[in-house]
């Protein structure tokens, strides 16, 4: 007598597909990478003994996390959501395996740096002082030459473990 039994993957190659999936998606740091912007960056955020706090990074940041998060998760899908016409879960007809991650994580870069643009232009923040008007010629605050704002970019970093992540 001849035993046959057949091994169905009920969704298991999907989920260790969406594992490998976001190992590949880098870190994003949104950010000032140059110590001078950084350090006039920092002043606005949190204040100092001569300029009042103008959170536009956090205020970006927190306003628009739930579109990142979203962002992230297409990202993800587009990975796991390949159809048997087009090769299986993460692959593409060729059988070449997609890797959604660079690309991925840039648009979220992009995104969160125009956000934190719109932020220093658009933000209700405490008005320059007198002597910083006739300084800069502008009641506007954060914005003066624009150097800021062009200053304003990302970087996309390997992923570091946590320890969280288990091990092959």
């Keep these: ?12 190659t999907m989920v260790l597909g969406g594992a490998k999936a976001a190992a590949t998606i880098p ?12 350090t006039k960056a920092a ?14 990074m956090r205020t970006a940041l927190d306003a628009n996390a739930n579109k990142y998060f979203a962002l992230y998760h297409d990202i993800l899908d587009v990975f796991l959501t390949a159809t048997p016409t087009s090769g299986p879960p993460g692959r593409d007809a ?10 991925g994580a840039a648009v979220i870069g992009v995104e969160a740096r125009n956000d934190i643009i719109e932020s220093i232009q658009s933000g209700a923040w405490t008005p320059n002082a007198p ?29 570091r473990p946590t320890g969280d992540e288990g091990g092959e």
């Design 131 to 159: 002597s910083t008007i006739k300084a800069k010629g502008s009641s506007k605050p954060l914005v003066d030459t624009g150097e800021l704002q062009r200053a304003l970019t990302f970087k996309l970093t390997k992923r």
């Design 94 to 103: 060729a059988g070449r395996f997609l890797s959604p991650g660079r690309t």
């Design 27 to 38: 870190d994003i740091q949104v950010g000032f990478f140059d110590e001078h912007n950084a």
């Design 1 to 12: 007598m001849t035993a046959k039994f057949t091994d169905k993957d009920l969704g298991w």
């Design 43 to 56: 002043a606005n955020e949190y204040g100092s003994r001569s300029t009042p706090e103008r959170p536009f």
